[in-house]
């Protein structure tokens, strides 16, 4: 073995599974060269999971991201000569409903995102599948593309590295596990191993079930656990004898069991002559804590495989032979099953970026073998570029705030997240029962005793309704549709829709304490905030005001979207709370790189915000201010702020509206809200909840959320949110922004979009909730840009206003035209779809109060 390397540009941590192996691949694709891979194993893994994965792909997700890397990861094995394209089934049984119903979703879901999924009638499914007793299942859904990395991930795994080696490009050194690392000023510089001392400009940790472990060695923690994962054999299974097949019939997913099954081919191939049938722990599941895991000379079987305890199984295995009758013929392979360990995450995303404590040090952790290659190359775009062609917002280990990388959260959510690995149709709003309670306002006890209906976001509980309020249902019910379906109705509560009305009416307040408030200070504060933010941030014209701004990256797409107020001694970012902590490092890394002297601080639990808005907002407020003359309108105009005082305590108001009515945030330090909310609500002012702030009412106005309408695929032109005019500074993107403005027109638009007729075709009324694609009613094909994007709904809410579904949608320039009729697709149903708008124009304008349908 050649002699252990003292310095290299990249060390990756855990090279030899899947995704240690795609990545030091797609560094060298990007021209990336001096790599030394270790691992605390084989080169390939013998341990890891990657050695015993079942080494499924089928692209059914419900989000764009990891249909596009389980379609990249395809296509990557696919060329390698190294995936069988057998197809793949879900199946939904006799009398679960809600399975069948799940399987439409995600035939939706499938057009949205460009995937082949679809629906499947019970003979087509036992002609696919002779195994299945077709009686057993009402239908199903097929997937042309799912299939089988052959002869294993592993394999391909050391193919990768075998090339990577023979190119001058890596070297590897099994059997060397990480001992520490060596961090000096924030910035990683080496890995020290018991072979010696490497040092590094960065380390990749793909260590996998072992990445808490090396995360602990920079101070952090990683948000995903090691869980058991039963997988039995039951054999002797000669179907594809004398085929040479790995695999003969296709995949046969049975989530309302939490199961799936598979043959393993011709009985003379590696591991083939079985049938493989592997499960979910769905009430139970058994997590482990890396620490817990035995070293290769302690194992059994292998560190990532546990013995199998056949009460884990045994009432699953029963449903599973009702609807397979040959695992009940054949025999059961006890030596040969086992628990696979495999990686389940808090929010079902893999966690991957920079640290958020050590520049230079990176994770690429909480991947299944389906997404491999496809996180590999966005790991190495984002290295290489700072950005990835797809927005990478869900799985950017930046996203989580410091409550959640505790170890009781992470073991609690993750928790939660392996009940659901399988079974379950997760709703696009459902609630996490871990972790809650973590961050409340001042005034949260009195949101309790109006009976508030709380939900949680970054830790803050939100309500999004009060039952105080329902007394309004007898004057707006009419306006407010009861859901009969339990879908569209579940975590909404009606009342909502009814403090909408009442809100526009007269004027509410709504608790937006779950803001993220960052302050830049120093010498270089403003210098660092003209360069992030494509508004003018800097002047003096600019002291004193509120600034609705955008980040950009280096293409000029959209990473963000928050308010700056500029300050005397600092800037205080104003920002979203699922975005807070994202944009706070992103701050952080920036003053770094471009070498501002500032100081960055997230002082999100110091100040608290109140919203108060709706036409009587003012003379509301003037009621309890010390000088209501200074909240004229010629005193106090819109975007402007103000220093005032509400019940002795000193308040900045800042004039905008993210509901389109009259208003104003109200920001206070955290001790001084509940004197501050108290006084508003002794004028007798209704508290309205967040539903109608971030939903209803946002939609009608047409107002954008980040992470939703807001992403780095496109920029802010097609986005509708582009000033007339370009600063005249420099700002990240600047050149970019300038080429897009320079166009005769955008490749698309985000438009907005009302449903003509929401009746299903049982008659009932649907609100829709999640994502849909959008249709040409011609010819039920999704839309597609000059740039293949593809087009779907990003943001949907009823809006009680205007009495329709609303829905905001990139469309192609070809498709941008008011009063265009489309089709959506939810649930199976097709639905007439309008545009109502191009760009950003409110559907109401309570300044006209006049609704535009």
Known sequence: MAAFPEKAKVVIIGLGGIVGASVAHHLIERGWDDIVGIDKSGVPTDIGSTAHASDFCYMTSHDFLSCWSSLYSIDFYSKLGHYERVGGLEVARVGDDGRMDEIKRKVASAKAFGTRARLIEPAEIKKKFPLIEESQVQGGLWDPDAGLVIPRSQTVAGKLVHQAEAAGKLQVFANTPA???????????????????????????????????????AGEDLPVMPVDHPLTFFGQYNEFANTGKEIGWPLLRDQGNSAYMRDTGDPTTAEGGMIEWGYYEEKNPRLVHPRELLEKHEARLSPSQRDLEMDQILEPLERAIELTPILGELGYEEKRSFNGLLQVTTDGGPSIGESQKVRGLWYAVGIWVKDGPGMGKLVADWMTDGRTHIDHARIDFSRFYTHMLNEDFIKGRCGEAAMKIYNPAVHPREPYETGRNVRRSPFYEREQELGGYFMELGGWERAHGYKANEHLLAKYGDRVPVRENEWDNRHFW??????????????????????????????????????????????????????????????????ADL???????????????????????????????????????????????????????????????????????????????????????????????????????????????????????????????????????????????????????????????????????????????????????????????????????????????????????????????????????????????????????????????????????????????????????????????????
């Open 179 to 217: 001992k520490s690392l060596v961090i000096e000023s924030g910035r990683i510089k080496g890995v020290v191993t018991e072979r010696g001392t490497i040092m590094a400009d960065y380390v990749v940790v793909c260590a996998g079930l072992w990445g808490r472990l090396i995360a602990e060695m």
């Open 563 to 853: 308010t700056v107020i500029r300050m005397p001694d600092r800037c205080r970012v104003v920002d979203g709370a699922d975005a807070g902590p994202r944009d706070f490092h992103y701050l952080k890394r920036m003053a770094e790189d471009k070498g501002f002297n500032v100081t960055v601080t997230d002082v999100s639990s110091k100040y608290v915000t109140i919203g108060i808005w709706g036409p009587n907002a003012r003379v509301t407020l003037q009621k309890v201010v010390e000088d209501p003359d200074g909240l004229k309108s010629e005193n106090f105009p819109f975007a402007a702020i103000k220093q005032i005082k509400i019940a002795g305590k000193n308040v900045t108001a800042f004039r905008i509206s993210y509901v389109g009515e009259q208003g104003w945030e109200l920001h206070m330090k955290y001790e001084d809200g509940l004197a501050v909310w108290d006084a508003l609500r002794s004028t007798g002012v209704m508290a309205f909840g967040v539903e109608t702030y971030a939903n209803s009412r946002r939609m009608e106005k047409s107002l954008r959320l980040q992470n939703a309408d807001l992403l780095t695929e496109y920029n802010l032109f097609e986005s509708g949110l582009a000033r007339p005019k370009v600063k005249d500074a420099d700002f990240r993107g600047k050149a970019k922004h300038l080429e897009y403005k320079a166009r005769e027109h955008q490749p698309a638009m985000l438009c907005t979009l009302v449903m003509t007729d929401n009746i299903d075709s049982k008659g009932v009324a649907r609100y829709p909730v999640g994502i849909m694609p959008v249709m040409d009613p011609e010819t039920g094909e999704t839309l597609v840009d000059e740039l293949g994007r593809r087009s779907f709904t990003t943001s949907v809410a009823y809006g009680p206003t205007i009495g329709k579904n609303i829905a905001l949608a990139y469309l192609p320039w070809s498709h941008c035209q008011q009063g265009r009729k489309l089709i959506v697709e939810y649930f199976g149903d097709t639905y007439p779809v309008e545009v109502a708008a191009v760009g950003y124009t409110p559907l109401y304008d309570p300044e006209n109060l006049k609704p535009r349908t």
């Open 494 to 559: 009606r009342v909502s829709n009814a403090e909408h009305l009442a809100m526009s009416e007269d004027c509410g307040i709504v608790n937006l304490s779950h803001f993220a408030v960052i302050d830049v200070e120093g010498p270089d504060a403003v210098e660092l905030m003209e360069w992030v933010c494509a508004a003018k941030v800097g002047g003096d014209n600019m002291l004193g005001k509120g600034i609705y701004t955008h980040f950009l990256d280096d293409e000029g797409m959209v990473r």
